[in-house]
């Protein structure tokens, strides 16, 4: 069984991803699960599929990461 922390850090991930999807479309739940936790493998990846300024992705990642309570 998982600690009451555990389940809430993955409950605040699930809710990370769904506004990831709402920002940037094109992220499927399996590209997003394999970047959990790695957040500059995340802004690559999120450059290498937008071509958007990585600055840019930094600053919607701390907002939306704010807003779900999302730590990495």
Wanted: charged content about 40%; proline content about 1%.
């Amino acid at each position: 069984m998982s600690s009451p922390q555990a389940q809430q850090a993955r409950g605040n991930w699930k809710q990370f991803k769904g506004r990831l999807q709402e920002a940037w479309g094109a992220l499927t739940n399996d590209d997003l699960d394999r970047y959990e936790g790695r957040r500059e493998q995340l802004e690559g990846f999120i450059q290498e599929k937008t071509g958007e300024a990585r600055e840019a992705i930094r600053k919607r990642l701390d907002e939306l990461s704010e807003e779900a309570q999302y730590r990495f």
